[in-house]
């Protein structure tokens, strides 16, 4: 076990997978430090789903090798599964029985003897306590949602694997969402979720975009921003300018001496790209 | 592992208490095919003239609605735990294969002992039969036969990738086991490929225990033979299954 492997919670290197002629992972590599949000990124269809029943030892890779927390997915996924938790992109929970029902029956797996203290624990922390014993299929999509994070949470994991966890989720549930996952976060844990909800990219501490299988790039969020194009405005005294630049930063001073323009300003206004903006803008080029 | 199979066989105890409707046809559906039966054959008085004895056949058929039912009960709800991804997610939860066979066989056994009791208590009330004085071999063969039937259940399951394609794999194994088990024709009047098949019929066996006690009069001992095949075939079958049972697709 080396360096890397105890300080990433994941690492990913040249992982290929195909289902028959289709290449849904090709020759990805990433990896996610411990103790952070860490945000895989992409449109329907782009591998998020594959390279995560990877990560939770549920697909073998064709190519490639995959460590979580230091151990081999594959071949050491019973003792990885002790220690991680997993949200299905779809409730993956029993509609006949209740959640506390459920949470029973995976909690079970367990083995541990306060499983009773974590069900209320895991039920509070998504406020699901109420209704503990009402079957999931008279519950909202938000609610059955919830009660998958709770069964994910139940064993408290080092690490969380949530796939799409915010999918069909209201705006108001998404805000809650990620309160929890932060708060999780600050207790020590470690996240790795996938969204194909371009602008949540911001909350987390890192960010993959992956795009056909390939990670087009991995970085805090800022840096990707960094990464998009700005509009700058510049207020003369005899009118204004705009310029479309790459990196502001380092082409605004450039931009000011060699039009000679520094004694004549009046203002300013740098119009950068959103997050989302630049992830887009990469998915596209991709496409094309 | 007994902790999981347990928790596996409470869960699905739990969802059958839940669900009325399939609970109650559950155990309907085979009392009345039974009171069909009893009616196709009285409506048939003159047959009896043919050497052909209905009751005979009263139990065997009760026999194979058992196996029929736990068979495609067990295909199908394993189908839609891998369609829903309650099946991964029990993998990821800790859940080994073999636990989850296990708990899928124990969790069965209740509605398929309950199926059972149900259908032995109306064939022994309808057909000449007196099923108590041979009662320890017939239940154990009965429940030996449900425990091959969730086997190849299970097994059978892996080939099926959602609940449509259930539906090919159901006559794949109930119309070569209503042909060939000895149940409605005699081994002995088959064909000799046949005959040789007939012993992969898991049916074939229960049919041998429940005919020697019954038919044939003779004690459970003398039909051990059969009975220890009927049993190491539904070892074989859970074994194959747990085996074949994929963590995902």
């Known amino acids: ?17 195909s289902f028959g002629p289709i290449r849904a992972l090709d020759g990805v590599s990433m990896s996610a430090p411990r103790g952070q949000v860490f945000g895989l990124v992409g449109p329907n269809g782009s591998g998020k789903s594959t390279l995560i029943k990877t990560i939770c030892g549920l697909l073998g890779p064709d190519s490639g090798s995959v460590k979580v927390m230091g151990l081999d997915a594959m071949r050491e996924r019973y003792a990885i599964r002790r220690r991680l938790g997993y949200m299905p992109q779809t409730v993956s929970l029993y509609d006949d029985l209740s959640p506390w029902e459920n949470l029973r029956f995976f909690g079970r797996a367990f083995g541990t003897s306060d499983l009773k203290e974590r069900i209320q624990r895991s ?34 994991p080092e690490l969380l694997v949530l796939d799409e966890p915010t999918a069909g989720v209201d705006p108001t549930l998404r805000h809650t969402f990620w309160s ?29 975009v992956i795009r056909d299988g390939r990670i087009l790039v991995t970085e805090a969020p800022e840096q990707i921003r960094s990464l998009g194009r700005a509009s700058i ?3 003369l005294d005899d009118g204004r300018r705009t310029f479309e630049v790459a990196n502001y930063e380092s082409e605004l001073p450039q931009l000011l001496s060699a039009w000679g323009l520094e004694s004549r300003v009046r203002s300013i206004e740098v119009k950068r790209q959103s997050l989302e903006d630049v992830i887009l803008g990469m998915i596209g080029q991709e496409q094309k | 592992m ?33 009171f069909l039966l009893k009616y196709v054959f009285d409506s048939m008085p003159g047959i009896v003239r043919f050497g052909i004895n209905f009751s005979d056949y009263a139990l065997l058929i009760a026999a194979y609605l058992v196996h029929f039912l736990a068979y495609v009960l067990s295909t199908i709800v394993l189908v839609r735990d891998r369609i829903t991804g309650t099946l991964s997610r029990m993998f990821v939860s800790g859940y080994r294969r073999r636990e989850i066979v296990l708990g899928y066989v124990a969790g069965y056994a209740t509605i398929a002992s309950a199926q059972t009791a149900l259908v032995l208590v109306s064939t022994n009330y309808l057909f000449d039969i007196n099923i108590w ?18 086997g190849l259940g ?13 539906f090919p794999l159901i006559p794949l194994v109930i119309i070569p086991t209503a042909l060939l088990s000895g149940m409605a024709i005699p081994i002995d009047n088959l064909p000799e490929v046949l005959q040789w098949v007939s012993n992969l019929v898991p049916l074939t066996w229960a049919v041998k225990v429940l005919k020697g006690v019954t038919v044939e009069d003779v004690s459970f001992f003398h039909v051990m033979g059969p009975f220890i095949t009927l049993v190491a075939y539904g070892l074989v079958l859970l074994f194959l299954a747990s085996l074949t049972l994929r963590e995902s697709e």
């Open chain 1, 180 to 208: 929890h996952f932060r708060e999780l976060c600050d207790r020590g844990g470690t996240i790795f979720l996938s969204t194909n909800q371009m602008d949540e990219a911001m909350h987390c501490d890192r960010v993959a």
């Open chain 2, 2 to 34: 007994i902790r999981r199979v347990n928790a596996t066989a409470v869960r699905i105890n739990a969802q059958l208490r839940r669900d009325h409707r399939f609970l109650g046809l559950s155990l309907a559906v085979p009392l009345i095919l039974i």
């Open chain 1, 123 to 156: 039920l509070e922390f998504v406020q699901l306590w109420d209704r503990r014993d009402d079957p999931l299929h008279t519950f909202s999509g938000g609610m059955r949602q919830r009660s998958s994070l709770a069964c994910a949470l139940l064993h408290e």
């Open chain 2, 154 to 166: 299970v097994f059978l399951s892996n080939f099926a990738r959602n609940e449509g394609q259930v």
């Open chain 1, 233 to 235: 405005e510049i207020t």
């Open chain 2, 133 to 150: 004085r041979d009662i320890v071999a017939i239940v154990l063969t009965m429940l030996a036969l449900a425990l091959v039937s969730v």
């Open chain 1, 1 to 17: 076990m080396n360096m890397n492997s105890i300080e990433n919670a994941i690492e990913v290197q040249g992982l290929g997978k």
